[in-house]
Every structure is written in C-alpha cells, then in structure tokens.
C-alpha cells in the first residue's frame, strides 16, 4: 500500500495498474527493514539489462558490506581495471536500483563524491549504515 501511494505521488495514478506482486512486495517489506535497521541485505531476484562492465562493476558494488564504504578506485581495481574510476563512476551512477545495489557506499577519494538521488540522501544512508 506505501509503495503504491509513493507511485502515486510520482506518476499518474491512472498509469498505475493495482495488483497483487510478490516481488514488489518482499521489495518494500525489505526497504522498511532495512530502514528500520534490522536488514543489511536485500533479497530480491534482480534482471539487469547492462554490458559487461556495468555489470562488473554492479556486481562488485552489490558486495559492498553494510556499514562500510569503498573507493571508485577500490572498485575499478576489483573489476580488473585500475585506471577505470570514471567509468566506473559512470556505471555506478547508471545503477537503476540505487539502495538494492548499494552504489551509496563508492566513495571519492577525497570525499562523499556523487550520488543521483542526492549527496543528502548518501551521507544519511551511511549514517544510517554507521559507515560516516
């Protein structure tokens, strides 16, 4: 019910067909978890249409432990290219499921660097996350 009102809030309502989907279910009951500080990790089946390297770095991304923040530069050494932090910046900022595939926890080497919903909402996961 709270994620169809926030749908509503953000689409026409018309546009939005009401019915029952376990998946976007077992998503919000998941979100209010993790909000409410009892998940750390999301449980939902994923289909991501992305090329090779979104999709590496993505992966790498998703195993970013709860609580802890890594570099882009820490990431483009994991997916086996160093000197790629940019375009890693550039697949992690593409991430469609920005809090399921916890992009919030790359950090700039010289900072929070960005975030699309909002270096805001970034810093207040991560101290949500007890990671700042």
Do not use: M, W
């Amino acid at each position: 019910e709270k994620f169809t009102a926030l749908l509503e809030g953000e689409f026409n309502p018309a546009a939005i067909e009401k019915q029952d989907c376990e998946i976007l279910e077992r998503a919000e009951e998941q979100l209010r978890d993790y909000f409410e500080g009892r998940r750390r990790r999301f449980q939902i089946p994923l289909e991501l249409n992305l090329g090779g390297f979104a999709r590496k770095v993505l992966g790498a991304v998703a195993r970013i432990p709860y609580g802890k923040v890594v570099t882009y530069g820490h990431v483009a050494r994991r997916v086996g290219n160093p000197r790629a932090c940019r375009a890693v910046g550039v697949a992690v900022g593409a991430n469609p499921l920005p809090l399921v595939i916890p992009c919030h926890r790359v950090v700039a080497k010289s900072g929070l660097g960005g975030f699309g919903p909002g270096v805001e909402i970034k810093r207040t996961l991560l101290e949500l996350e007890g990671a700042l």
